[in-house]
């Protein structure tokens, strides 16, 4: 076949993948448990329409065909394993309506990924392992590109995602979505697993590492299916309007040289107006609802901060009342060393300081935005051998070079 | 559990410790030390001349060679070690980013082998 023909084939294959990987393994898997045969059905099917498409042409319905062809595969593996009798409901399930004309005609089933994130995220699984395993079944990112952004050795993070699934399998872990007096508390499970995808730009204290996973991108994408899937979810919106307001301000992190700028010394111009309007969209409506947690009060912070685009100057006060709300419901170290740096802006160094010493000292021993926080309040009550030696502290448990580089410039 | 962070440099990174104590490269260094300390996971540690200084030696058929330079001719060398107490792989990696030496050349991070050390010299 011609070359736009094959190109066009790949491309519709890449897109289909990537929108409707997700899907495709919710549904394959919500009968069976199973979330690798789904996966690895799934991947066979992809590399059949690789063979098939180019030379056939791109099919009417592409999820459908991917979904057909993944389904005979999956029965192969079903029928392989010898578990004929416990296996039946399951193959009946997957032969039924499963002609490619009926498919190819319905563009409809149904979207199951909701069940899928409560899977992630059930109490049951490691807490560490409900992000990899989102990303890896609802994104289909591979075990080594997670490895990349938890700091863990590929080989490792698949055995860790094996043995997740194997759990799953076994049994115990719904496929259903939590009833109403659970909800709030599994919901707020599978928030977390997303956020943590996204891992935060501490850039609202001066200097601390920004310990970002480089997968913004991908926390947004689960935000929005999520929200799409539970429009009603006041805290999943405030979520996503979290992760726009901080994304809005990556182009104003770094200057041409690639040097680290903080927060407070950004230009708001850099910042991308687009994300803020999108997030204070999404703030808005989630306060509609009344039900204010978490996420929407990290949100509201951010909010605040994005205000400096208009007015030229940053409501502190404002900041930190948002904090004093916050800490009632996080205690987090992250959650408490913003509010020093907040109160140190709104009431003056000591009290900022006064907020840190509150903070256990053996929670902080492996925390760096503590003492790059300690390190700007010392420097600016002109504690000099003092704010060296908390500099050298944050210097030392940086990752990111440039904020390395800024702390030791500022250190003198 | 201990483990050993092996640290490797490129040329100029080598060159860097020419620098006087001032500057930034060893600060870093000075601030990755105290947090280690701090932290109470620091064992040892140890630098190592330039790759150059280093001579190889092998006994082949009862003949022996030796060899100017390192063991392995590539761009980056083992430039020093740092032996840390940690619970798991991985605190032993979130120490590895951050040390300096993983932002210019790389890290590399191994448990040690006690049990095979015990073995192998006193044959217990």
């Given at each position: 076949?011609?070359?736009?023909?094959?190109?066009?084939?790949?491309?519709?294959?890449?897109?289909?993948?990537?929108?409707?990987?997700?899907?495709?393994?919710?549904?394959?898997?919500?009968?069976?448990?199973?979330?690798?045969?789904?996966?690895?059905?799934?991947?066979?099917?992809?590399?059949?329409?690789?063979?098939?498409?180019?030379?056939?042409?791109?099919?009417?319905?592409?999820?459908?065909w991917l979904l057909t062809a993944a389904r005979h595969s999956l029965i192969d593996v079903i029928r392989h394993q010898q578990v004929v009798l416990e296996s039946e409901p399951t193959i009946k399930f997957l032969t039924e309506n499963s002609t490619e004309t009926t498919l190819s005609t319905s563009t409809q089933f149904p979207d199951e990924r909701l069940k899928l994130l409560f899977v992630c995220a059930h109490p049951a699984i490691d807490p560490a392992m409900h992000t990899p395993l989102m990303l890896q079944t609802v994104l289909g990112l591979d075990a080594a590109r997670i490895a990349q952004a938890f700091l863990i050795a590929p080989k490792t993070m698949g055995q860790r995602l094996f043995r997740a699934k194997t759990k799953i399998r076994g049994g115990g872990i719904p496929f259903e979505i939590p009833q109403a007096p659970d909800l709030p508390e599994r919901l707020d499970a599978v928030l977390e697993a997303i956020y943590a995808a996204f891992g935060l730009g501490w850039d609202d204290m001066a200097g601390a590492d920004q310990c970002g996973r480089d997968l913004a991108e991908e926390a947004m994408w689960l935000a929005r299916v999520l929200l799409k899937l539970m429009p009603g979810e006041a805290e999943v919106q405030g979520l996503l309007a979290l992760m726009l307001y901080c994304e809005a301000r990556r182009p104003a992190r770094r200057d041409a040289k690639g040097r680290y700028i903080p927060l407070s010394e950004q230009n708001p111009e850099k910042w991308l107006g687009s994300l803020i309007d999108e997030a204070e969209r999404h703030l808005a409506k989630a306060f509609q609802h009344g039900h204010v947690g978490r996420f929407q009060l990290e949100a509201a912070i951010q909010s605040v901060h994005a205000e400096r685009a208009h007015t030229g100057r940053t409501d502190w006060s404002a900041i930190v009342l948002f904090y004093e709300q916050l800490l009632k419901v996080s205690s987090a170290l992250g959650t408490r060393a913003g509010y020093a740096a907040a109160v140190a802006e709104a009431n003056g160094p000591e009290a900022g300081l006064a907020v840190l010493e509150s903070i256990h000292a053996e929670a902080v021993a492996h925390y760096q935005p503590y003492w790059a926080v300690q390190a700007h309040l010392l420097r600016r009550l002109g504690k000099t051998r003092e704010a060296s030696a908390a500099y050298d502290r944050a210097i030392g448990l940086a990752e990111d070079p440039a904020v390395r580089e800024f702390l030791i410039q500022k250190r003198g | 559990m201990q483990f050993a962070l092996m640290i490797y440099h490129t040329p100029e990174e080598f060159e860097m410790r020419k620098n006087d104590y001032s500057h930034p490269h060893l600060g870093a260094w000075r601030g990755y030390y105290k947090a280690l300390v701090e932290a109470k996971v620091y064992v040892s540690a140890n630098a190592l001349e330039l790759p150059e200084t280093g001579t190889t030696v092998r006994v082949k058929d009862g003949k022996r060679r030796v060899q100017d330079g390192p063991y392995a001719d590539t761009k980056e060398q083992l430039a020093g070690f740092i032996v840390l107490e940690l619970p798991s792989v991985d605190a032993a990696l979130e120490w590895a980013a951050r040390c300096p030496g993983a932002s210019i050349g790389a890290v590399e991070v191994r448990p040690l082998a006690p049990e095979a050390m015990r073995r192998g010299f006193t044959g217990e």
């Open positions: 076949m011609n070359e736009i023909h094959q190109e066009d084939a790949h491309r519709t294959i890449e897109r289909v993948a990537r929108e409707s990987y997700g899907r495709l393994v919710a549904y394959l898997s919500v009968h069976t448990h199973d979330l690798a045969s789904a996966e690895d059905a799934l991947s066979n099917a992809l590399v059949s329409a690789l063979n098939h498409w180019p030379r056939e042409g791109v099919p009417k319905n592409p999820e459908a | -």
